[in-house]
């Protein structure tokens, strides 16, 4: 039985499509090993966004190539093997086999090639149409949490990434096969669901199938109304668009207790300027109306964001109002990321003019008030009670487990493994800078 080494970088999308990987090959007779010197075929799934993360993966192969004992064939699929294609196999020594990020239902064909005929192989086709979406047990990220992707691709072309390109155009699942899988997950002893894609609120699916009994403003609160009908425990989902986030995805938390109080909302930059080079389609003045529909709302929501600096002609001015709208907002946690231009991307034509030195400034300097900001935040969790999902044993602690509240904070607590896979009450007795720790109650 030949074996599988698979390693995985980058975003959600990736940790699922990772995992729909595994099932198959694992199906096809493959052993899936976490043993990469064992490994027949080392698969390395790659992201792109950023050149720090595409950098991985030349240092990866290199390691691979470079370890004793035996050689395995290298594979690369995600973000960098659709955008890279054929180049790769020049510019990296030892790249076997390529598959893009439709393509990724073949990659048994594309093992069973190289093994069989030991040359290189590229797929960068699109999906077949009875692509299978559901994972196997042994093969999720967590036996009580799953992503199910809703959405795929991105229509907005945000002047600074790559995803429109490495992933392509927006295409949705059916309702009805969403729920299908949601259910399926449910019986199988899942507890929290992420409805995952890179702009959910973008989900427009061709048919009504599955959403048919369910009213909402936009197909993709239709579709929360929908999971949450399923009955299962918890439902999150991400990443949000502020254009398209319209105030019935607040009404549906409302309305429902299984959907989570976590909206991850990236806004990017709080200068009006920058949004508009970066062609978000939001101001900041529009970006606080969403927020505080949030924060009108019975629900204590957490709001969780992305924010860039150094953008191209970002200047001191506007790094200013992206300081003072982090103070305004509140946000529960945010990633601070430094400009990284994107080939292909039409900012990188623009002039990449914040210096690295200035960037890493901007980027020190933000992540300070947001700590600062975070911590009053995280204060107000002090003695109150939250229903936290024991999902394992904490690595720092053996005798504690950790786990997300529904507001979809890490929380410590001390407890048997017995509880593993139960929604529990903690009160939260202890502040740590990203965490909490509690007590059962
Ligand atoms: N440079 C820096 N950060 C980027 N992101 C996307 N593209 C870039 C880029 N070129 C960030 C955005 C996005 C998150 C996933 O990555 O903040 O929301
Ligand atoms: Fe990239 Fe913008 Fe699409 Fe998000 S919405 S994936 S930032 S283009």
Redesign the pocket.
């Known amino acids: 039985m030949k074996k599988v080494y698979l390693e995985t970088f980058g975003?959600q999308m990736n940790v699922s499509d990772s995992e729909r990987v595994a099932t198959s090959l694992q199906s096809k007779g493959f052993e899936i090993t976490t043993q990469q010197e064992s490994a027949d075929i080392v698969l390395i799934n790659t992201c792109s966004?950023?050149e720090k993360a595409e950098h991985k993966l030349y240092t990866r192969v290199g390691e691979v190539r470079n370890a004793a004992g035996r050689k395995p064939f290298v594979g690369v699929m995600g973000c960098v093997a659709q955008l890279d294609g054929e180049t790769l196999f020049q510019k990296i020594a030892g790249v076997d086999f390529v598959v893009g990020t439709r393509a990724v239902g073949r990659v048994s064909q594309a093992i069973e090639h190289v093994l069989e005929h030991q040359d290189t192989y590229i797929d960068l086709g699109e999906r077949d149409i009875d692509y299978e979406w559901s994972v196997a047990e042994n093969q999720r990220h967590s036996p009580y949490v799953a992503f199910v992707p809703i959405i795929e691709g991105c229509n907005k072309f945000?002047t600074?990434?790559?995803?429109p390109f490495s992933r392509g155009r927006e295409v949705s699942l059916s309702a009805s096969e969403i729920v299908r899988q949601v259910l399926e997950y449910r019986r199988q002893g899942v507890k929290e669901i992420h409805l995952i894609g890179q702009n959910v609120n973008s989900y427009r699916p061709k048919t009504e199938s599955g959403l048919e009994e369910f009213a909402g403003r936009t197909p993709f609160s239709r579709l929360l109304r929908a999971v949450a009908a399923t009955g299962i425990e918890r439902i999150k989902f991400t990443?949000s668009f502020p254009r398209d986030f319209h105030a019935d995805i607040v009404d549906a938390i409302n309305e429902h207790p299984n959907l989570c109080n976590w909206v991850h909302l990236?806004v990017?930059s709080g200068s009006s300027d920058v949004l508009r080079r970066m062609r978000r389609g939001h101001t900041v003045e529009s970006y606080f109306k969403k927020v505080d529909a949030l924060k009108d709302s019975a629900r204590d929501i957490a709001l969780t964001t992305?924010?860039?600096v150094g953008f191209p002609g970002e200047t001191e001015k506007d790094f200013l109002d992206t300081v003072a709208m982090v103070d305004r907002c509140g946000f529960d946690s945010a990633?601070i990321?430094?400009?990284?231009?994107?080939p292909g991307?039409p900012?990188f034509a623009m002039k990449d003019d914040v210096t690295p030195a200035e960037k890493t400034r901007r980027f020190r300097e933000l992540e300070a008030v947001q700590k600062r900001v975070q911590r009053k935040r995280l204060e107000r969790y002090r003695g109150k009670k939250v229903e936290v999902l024991a999902e394992r044993v904490s690595a720092r602690n053996p005798d504690d487990l950790a786990g997300h509240s529904t507001c979809h904070k890490l929380v410590n607590f001390p407890a048997s493994k017995r509880l593993l896979g139960n929604i529990v009450n903690v009160r939260i007795v202890d502040i740590k800078s990203n965490t909490l720790y509690g007590e059962i109650c």
């Open positions: 975003c966004v950023r945000c600074y990434c790559i995803v990443t990236p990017q992305d924010i860039i990633y990321f430094k400009y990284s231009p994107r991307t900012a």
